[in-house]
């Protein structure tokens, strides 16, 4: 990772790897638009267990994705959007040195054509 802070290529990693699974991007989608939910209730909107829900918000959380706040004997979890950011900047600046790349590969494509069809200058 170019121009980073230390640390941020394990926190993009640890992102990139939490959202390799549907269920886990799922539940992010259900926590973003509900704003804040326990694991019984997202639960009851998936084909998992609430054992597995469980499971899947500790990998998030673990990927500082999400976050658990306990009220009363509930623990209530919402989104963390910092390193989604994160990531999505990482991923902007990669597209942009991959842009650079193939725009300097065209210019000397498009130059040796060039001068193949009109001679060396």
């Known amino acids: 990772m170019t121009q980073e802070q230390p640390g941020a290529a394990e926190a993009v990693s640890s992102v990139l790897g939490a959202l390799a699974d549907p269920t886990r991007r799922q539940l992010l989608d259900l926590l973003a638009a509900q704003g804040e939910a326990t694991a019984t209730t997202l639960a009851e909107r998936l084909p998992v267990s609430r054992q597995a829900v469980v499971k899947h918000l500790a990998v998030l959380d673990a990927a500082e994705l999400v976050s658990g706040t306990r009220v009363g004997r509930e623990v209530r979890y919402a989104v963390r959007p910092a390193a989604l950011d ?16 193939l725009a300097l590969i065209k210019r000397v494509a498009e130059s040796a054509e060039r001068e193949r069809t009109t001679g060396p200058a």
């Open 86 to 101: 994160a990531t999505a900047r990482w991923m902007t600046s990669l597209a942009a040195d991959w842009d650079r790349r």
